[in-house]
């Protein structure tokens, strides 16, 4: 969906903020008593003449006074006047009919943590108005300002002249906005005329009449327009107003003019209903001038926890059409793809079983503008997790559900219509022994019944089988067995009192044989498939062997340190100072708590997997488990009982490094029918993550070709290898303060009409104090998503947010 909003709506009311601030300052309405001047040799005013200052007012000085012959009191030299918790230091001044300021010479005025500096200020203590000229000003915590004068007028109005505005502290800032003028109402609005978005002092955006709140808090008003592009809909301006409704609610409406599409509006929602509950909404809707057609994606999304121990969980997404991702959105992981998933979930967890209940609908897109709806309204599913039958070495778990599914639409090319009710009951037991310290085996048994009000039967067509649902019952009930060795276990350890890594290792061989018996269910056919509930039920009859190896270390582990808070005495209603909140360490009789002892001290090392390689295999009884077309005639007449023959691996020294490999030989063809290589490493200074995927074509492909008289024929020709490496690569410089990351992908034997580096990315991000810059560039030569060859640019302003997301 495009843009609508930040999350953070403060955030972006830069000039709302600082301009509260400057207002503040020339009203000098401080809440604070001052500190003290600064030190140095001074001089109280005469006490005869006390009683010809305001009420309330300090006056120090070192230098001197004199009174004038219409009562004005002339200070020549530094002094400090105090008013009302705001303190003026200038130079020089004089103080008339006393009431009226006039002060100049760096001149200081300071209220709680705020300074304003300018050449010379005029106020009125008794009316509390006044004019600051050219003002510079720090105000807590980020904004910095100028203002050539900033005037006062009543208690809540303020005329700014020639203003700048930025949360830079360079001596010449990355950004600032320029005003021209400025009317700002205090808890009001400010309307500002000829705002400049200034980079580095040169003007680069225009807005001739800019509407801001000044409110403190979240105040209803406009927000910093976009720019930004699309792929095929032209250039889009966004325009968002932000609308509070409550403490816990607010809206934020936006509207979008894409230059071909026309005018686009968005919504996006926040509430909190309580403390365990979370809503947001959004919502797209335009009038597409180009396909002449409503286009809208919305989605909501709440969580909410209850006080009987359920939790519900809501994800739900509609979208109009098959392209609306292409043309609204630029992320790669929405252009591609086809499905649109909504999900309702209420679930209670216990120590050994698990209620959920849910409602789950989704909706595959197809490009012809056909689409598979396949939801459950609703299902209810009731686990228990593996436990001990009392006394018994027997041990229980089951997975049960009840769901009401509907499926509607084109499914594998056919059409569905279904509507019908399906119960599940999977208990299984498994019996866990260990006659040897050398060997553990495990015997398991499970069955499966599943009951279905409606099946689906293929009758003749004209091109082809027809699928056809009918209202017959269908029940399918299979059970499956099985046993488990792991053994004879062989390790030895090494002790390595000088390494610095780990001062022993432990390696281990572990042979493993599994022995699998399933029934089938002759009736597959006729299941209507949904999710793995309805796959289950393949006939086996197999063994399985294999060998691991497998390297343990000794690494340190240190406890997380315990929070600031840790201390702190947090009592509930009803309970005494020595009972402890539950999930909360209790203390000891220091006061100390455990936790703040234990996170204080290193634990000792403990055995850690860094290292492991499975060699594995199957054994099928029943059924043939590879095939070959050894003569490359199209025709697989090579089988063999025996799977391929797998290698999976992995060594994990750290946290932050990892190397994996998997590889697989073929029995038949004997060769290396696929491997992979992947890994990763970060660190301070960059991360990379790569994989390398080889896949051999094994057999033949068929081809039609023009024979020697014209005529055209069917060839069998050997399959072509494929190699592909992914590559993610990033880089940090300057301190952290830019990113440079790489994410390609080169295809050594590419399908036809794509390119070798079929995605590539590059973006470069830059981070200072006040903005961030960010530049990207994507191409991308998929087969089955249009082609993209984009470079983006945003900025994002410290206090403002995203001003510009401009694709070219």
Known sequence: ??????????????????????????????????????????????????????PGITLTFSGAIRYQPDGAAEIDGPFTITHQGVRFQADRAVLRERRYLEAEGNVLVTWGPNRLSGSRVTYDLEAREGTVENAEGVIDPDYQFRAAEARKVGEDLVYLTDAEITTCTQPVPYWSFRISTARVRVNGYARMWNSRL????????YLPFLFWPVKDGR??????????????????????VFIPIGRSVDVTLAAHWYTEAGLGIGTELRAVPNRDGRIAFGGFYIDDQVSDASRYRYTYQQTQAFSNGFRMVADLNFVSDFDFFTDYERELDLTSTPNILARLEFSRPGKWTSINVRELRNEQLFSDGTSLVQQTL???????????????????AYESSLASIQQRGVLQGDPIDADYLRGDVFPSLSLPVTPAPWLDVNFDASYRVTYYTQQQRFIPGFVGPVREVVDDALYRGVGAVGVELTGPKLY???????????????????PTVRYRYSEGFEDAEHVLVFDEVDRYGIAGNSIGYGLRSRLFAKRPRMVPAASPDAGERILMPGASESEPLPGFPAADETGETVAATVAAEEVKDEPVEIATVEVSQLRSFDTDLSAAD?????????????????LNGRYSPTPRTSLDVRAAWHVLYREVSGATLSGGLSGNRGRLRSSLVYRNGLGAVAQTVEGAEGELETVYVERDNNTQLNLAAGVFLFGGRMAVDINA?????????????????????YRTQCCTFLLERLARNFSDIQNRSDYYLRVDLRGVGKILDQKF
């Open 1 to 54: 969906m495009p843009s609508i909003a930040p999350s953070t709506r403060t955030a972006r009311r830069l000039p709302a903020a600082a301009l509260a601030a400057l207002l503040a300052a020339v009203a000098l309405a401080g809440s604070e008593d001052p500190s003290p001047p600064p030190p140095g040799e001074q001089e109280e005013l005469p006490a005869a003449r006390v009683e010809d200052l305001p």
């Open 198 to 205: 200034r980079v580095r002092g040169v003007p680069v955006l």
């Open 219 to 240: 105040a209803p008003g406009l927000l910093m327009p976009s720019l930004g592009s699309t792929q095929n809909r032209g250039t889009v301006f966004t325009q968002p």
């Open 378 to 396: 609703p299902e209810i599913e009731w686990r228990g997790r593996t436990r001990r039958l009392g006394e018994t070495p027997v041990y229980l």
């Open 492 to 510: 030895r350890v090494y002790e390595t009192p000088g390494s610095s890594y780990s001062s022993r290792y432990k390696h281990s061989f572990e």
């Open 630 to 646: 050894l003569d490359l005639d199209g025709t697989l007449e090579s089988l063999s009982p025996y799977s391929e023959v797998v």
């Open 745 to 765: 992908t080169f295809d050594a034997d590419p399908p036809s009409g794509q390119s070798h580096i079929p995605n590539r990315q590059w973006r470069v991000q």
